[in-house]
């Protein structure tokens, strides 16, 4: 009997914050649509360009709420970003010395190897700033409009997807221009950015009701949910972890399943059903949450290997774990009476590798490597079920890293996996219906059980990232502050019922993940203090909405950072390994 093919199941994780002011409605930093217009185009491009290609994707609901709120901008001409209402602005020559400064501030911040130097005419802006910049000098005064708009211009084109620099004529021609970009050019430029944006989100439909991809979604604020419901659950993987000085997190269970059903009822408006599984912010689960989330209908879930790892250990203390092959190459079921959900863990090591490691070496090697490392699995898994190998990694930052947006390592991979005779290309919910209708499907999977949950997430199996440091457990004082200050006006009939809705997204807004994140010393300075400011503005935000005095510690930054420079190996502070080095 010929044996079982071996099914690798990538999931792509897509993820922003709200950078949104709430009160203005401004954005305070341009990720999500540079990421647009860069990953979320070029990694729908992939598929689209290889039918036979089987991947998943993870979209974080407050990701699409500002996707929408772009191409409502577009459409409505009522611009909200900064940097791109300059980009559309028709006189540069005009600008007031903070717009000279905000141009001058954000239009350098990409991957200097990888998306500035290979750009004659970009570098050729980059130098010029250098020179006036030199030995503390701020001449701005010398920048004309005409550089303006070609730094801006030039910034914008960086962060374009390979796919639509390949096929877009505008592109190609400012790009063989390179330089005295004019009025038309600019705005051409900026149509182009809103017809990306716009056609994002259809373009993952059109893909998941071709069946090529499946769709899921996370809890809608991107909140750490085991640590909403219980900061003990740290104690877990870190047992002398020091703790926020509030015990818990007040009425965090109730605020984890209003994250949960949010999350469910935007993925249903936007895609017709509510997703079969759902990513874990940070892949951080506890059986609590998971629980919760499967008496909310979700029916599958991921994390990373350390948490499997430690959950088998703490189900049964004293089984050696002696072969990966032994326990990581299938899913898992959790369940407490009736509730039940299946979870994947993710390869750390492959999925590692395509996050920090391949950018570094020629697609075709990198691709080898990856496919070869699979075939070892397959060869000496030799068991009569099919083995699932889940590869689960950050969807859009890592591609910086890489040249030409990871184009040719993503077409080479998706072709490579999608024509092998021994490896089949699946979603988890396929997965998932070879375990619950094993006679419908073409698969066997063999479906363990954990009686346990080690608490933890994807990155390093602990919520270290998150909680446990001076900075971080700061960050949760204050929302436990706000949060209390909260409750007690929400008991009042202080505000209408609109009010208390504004009130309630501001604090979803705040207990977002990647606050805690950012604050520590592991990160670069100017990092930190965007995130830090952001977060504190957020937090001012929901005393205002509240009609509260704004407490004064707010306006004392939370972290420093590291002035030095970044963590080391993580790209800049957006991505982190799932085990230490």
């Given at each position: 009997m010929m044996q079982p093919k071996l099914l690798i199941s990538l999931y792509w994780h897509m993820h922003q914050p709200d950078y949104r002011d709430s009160l203005t409605g401004e954005y305070v930093l341009p990720w999500t649509y540079l990421h647009?217009?860069?990953?979320?185009?070029?990694?729908?491009?992939?598929?689209?360009?290889?039918?036979?290609?089987?991947?998943?994707?993870?979209?974080?609901?407050?990701?699409?709420?500002?996707?929408e709120d772009y191409a409502n901008q577009f459409k409505t001409r009522q611009v909200k970003d900064p940097i791109l209402k300059l980009l559309g602005t028709n006189d540069l020559w005009v600008l007031s010395r903070e717009e000279r400064r905000l141009i001058k501030d954000s239009c350098f911040k990409s991957h200097h190897e990888k998306m500035l130097k290979p750009f004659p005419d970009y570098e050729r802006l980059y130098k010029m700033f250098q020179f006036l910049t030199e030995d503390g000098r701020d001449d701005l005064n010398y920048l004309s409009g005409q550089y303006l708009a070609d730094l801006l211009v030039w910034?914008?084109?960086?962060?374009?997807?390979?796919?639509?620099?390949?096929?877009?004529?505008?592109?190609?021609?400012?790009?063989?221009?390179?330089?005295?970009?004019?009025n038309e050019d600019r705005l051409a430029l900026f149509d182009l950015v809103g017809s990306l944006i716009t056609n994002l989100i259809p373009r993952y439909k059109k893909l998941a009701q071709a069946g090529q991809i499946e769709?899921?979604?996370?809890?809608?604020?991107?909140?750490?949910?085991?640590?909403?419901?219980?900061?003990?659950?740290?104690?877990?993987?870190?047992?002398?972890?020091?703790?926020?000085?509030?015990?818990?997190?007040?009425?965090?269970?109730?605020?984890?399943?209003?994250?949960?059903?949010?999350?469910?009822?935007?993925?249903?408006?936007?895609?017709?059903?509510?997703?079969?599984?759902?990513?874990?912010?940070?892949?951080?689960?506890?059986?609590?949450?998971?629980?919760?989330?499967?008496?909310?209908?979700?029916?599958?879930?991921?994390?990373?290997?350390?948490?499997?790892?430690?959950?088998?250990?703490?189900?049964?203390?004293?089984?050696?774990?002696v072969s990966r092959h032994d326990y990581l190459y299938k899913p898992y079921k959790v369940s407490k009476n009736k509730d039940e959900i299946v979870c994947f863990f993710r390869d750390d090591r492959l999925s590692d590798k395509i996050g920090f490691e391949y950018s570094k070496i020629h697609s075709t090697e990198a691709v080898g490597d990856f496919v070869r490392t699979l075939e070892h699995i397959y060869q000496t898994y030799q068991r009569e079920e099919n083995p699932v190998v889940s590869v689960i990694l950050d969807g859009e930052n890592a591609w910086e890293y890489y040249p030409y947006n990871g184009h040719y390592f993503l077409t080479e991979l998706y072709e490579a996996l999608a024509n092998h005779p021994n490896i089949e290309m699946v979603t988890p919910s396929q997965v998932l219906h070879s375990i619950k209708k094993p006679k419908q499907s073409p698969y066997k999977v063999y479906c363990g059980n954990l009686s346990e949950i080690s608490a933890g997430s994807w990155v390093y199996g602990t919520f270290s990232t998150w909680i446990g440091s001076v900075d971080k457990n700061r960050g949760w004082d204050l929302l436990c502050d706000a949060k209390k200050a909260y409750d007690k006006v929400m008991k009042t009939n202080k505000l209408s019922p609109k009010e208390k809705e504004k009130c309630e997204i501001q604090l979803s807004v705040c207990e977002g993940s990647d606050w805690f994140w950012w604050l520590g010393d592991y990160n670069a300075a100017m990092s930190v203090s965007s995130f830090d400011q952001l977060y504190r503005r957020n937090l001012t935000n929901l005393y205002l909405l509240l009609k509260l005095p704004v407490p004064e510690?707010?306006?004392?930054?939370?972290?420093?950072?590291?002035?030095?420079?970044?963590?080391?190996?993580?790209?800049?502070?957006?991505?982190?390994?799932?085990?230490?080095?």
């Open positions: 647009a217009i860069k990953d979320y185009s070029d990694m729908a491009y992939h598929l689209e360009a290889n039918p036979k290609a089987r991947v998943s994707f993870n979209f974080v609901p407050i990701l699409l709420d500002q996707l910034y914008h084109l960086a962060w374009m997807g390979e796919s639509v620099r390949q096929s877009s004529t505008l592109v190609k021609n400012l790009m063989v221009k390179g330089k005295q970009f004019t769709l899921t979604s996370t809890p809608h604020f991107h909140p750490i949910l085991p640590l909403l419901i219980d900061f003990e659950t740290t104690h877990d993987a870190i047992p002398n972890a020091i703790l926020p000085n509030c015990k818990a997190y007040p009425g965090g269970e109730e605020r984890a399943i209003d994250h949960i059903k949010g999350a469910q009822i935007s993925h249903k408006r936007r895609f017709g059903l509510e997703p079969h599984g759902m990513w874990p912010s940070e892949g951080a689960v506890s059986k609590e949450s998971l629980l919760l989330m499967a008496q909310t209908g979700v029916q599958w879930a991921a994390s990373g290997e350390n948490v499997l790892v430690n959950s088998l250990r703490k189900s049964n203390p004293s089984k050696a774990l510690q707010l306006n004392l930054p939370i972290s420093a950072g590291d002035f030095v420079h970044a963590a080391n190996d993580t790209n800049s502070g957006t991505m982190r390994r799932g085990q230490e080095k």
